[in-house]
């Protein structure tokens, strides 16, 4: 199993641009979400999933877009980028919608906006 | 929401002494008490977990204790190594049911 992927790795990109931070898992999880790391601001979580079909707001949920039309994918959607987007970005995902169990993230998307 | 708190924010401790952390939580409704390392340039990974109706749990060089009269729940790591130098981070799942990270706690483990 690959696990959770991300990409791209890193981005650049200009204020006002768009984009699609990609996130797929091939382990039949039910839950993803998307955070956002920022220096000694933690893991703020931005959009969840509890399955397909199904999504919900977490802390900071302004600027983002999310969709689930599959089990495996769970995408990021930046409307119009924003220097205060600029951030690492994690994607986890976890067995079921329970919360108490493992979260298993991927290797992040490091995002520059200019 | 859930308000979690780390403290202190950085830790420096020689190699092979032990080393705490703890964290404090508010919702007094929060079960479940997971702690995920973050070494440099790396994704978190989950370490260890306690869930409510346990008060101390172990896994060899690591354990985690849970006071939930006080709300606070501590991470002891003995024996540390330099590998053991990273960002530790707690979280809580409180009654609205989303799991709280708190901002972190950076450990130098000194040779």
């Known amino acids: 199993n690959a696990g959770v992927t991300q990409t791209p790795k890193f981005q650049v990109l200009k204020t006002g641009q768009s984009m699609t931070l990609q996130c797929a898992q091939d382990?039949?999880?039910?839950?993803m979400s998307w955070y956002r790391q920022d220096p000694g601001m933690g893991l703020r979580l931005i959009h969840y999933?509890?399955?397909?079909?199904?999504?919900d707001q977490g802390e900071v949920p302004n600027g983002y877009n999310v969709s689930r039309s599959t089990t495996e994918d769970f995408p990021l959607r930046l409307l119009s980028a924003a220097p205060s987007q600029t951030s690492v970005y994690f994607c986890?995902?976890?067995?079921?919608?329970?919360?108490?169990?493992?979260?298993?993230f991927g290797p992040g998307t490091r995002l520059l906006v200019l | 929401g859930e308000n979690v708190e780390q403290h202190p924010s950085t830790l420096s401790v020689q190699e092979g002494d032990s080393a705490v952390i703890k964290c404090t939580y508010s919702d007094s409704a929060s079960n479940y008490f997971p702690w995920y390392k973050q070494e440099l340039g790396k994704r978190p990974q989950l370490i260890i977990d306690?869930?409510?109706?346990?008060g101390e749990k172990k896994d060899q060089r690591i354990a985690v204790t849970l006071n939930k009269t006080a709300k606070h729940f501590s991470l002891h790591i003995t024996e540390t190594q330099p590998e053991d130098s990273a960002v530790y981070f707690c979280?809580?799942?409180?009654?609205?049911?989303?799991?709280?990270f708190g901002k972190g706690i950076t450990l130098s483990v000194r040779p």
């Open positions: 979280a809580a799942t409180g009654a609205n049911s989303k799991l709280t």
């Open positions: 382990m039949n999880h039910e839950y």
């Open positions: 986890a995902s976890s067995p079921s919608g329970a919360l108490q169990e493992t979260q298993y």
């Open positions: 999933s509890v399955g397909a079909g199904i999504t």
């Open positions: 306690i869930r409510s109706n346990v």
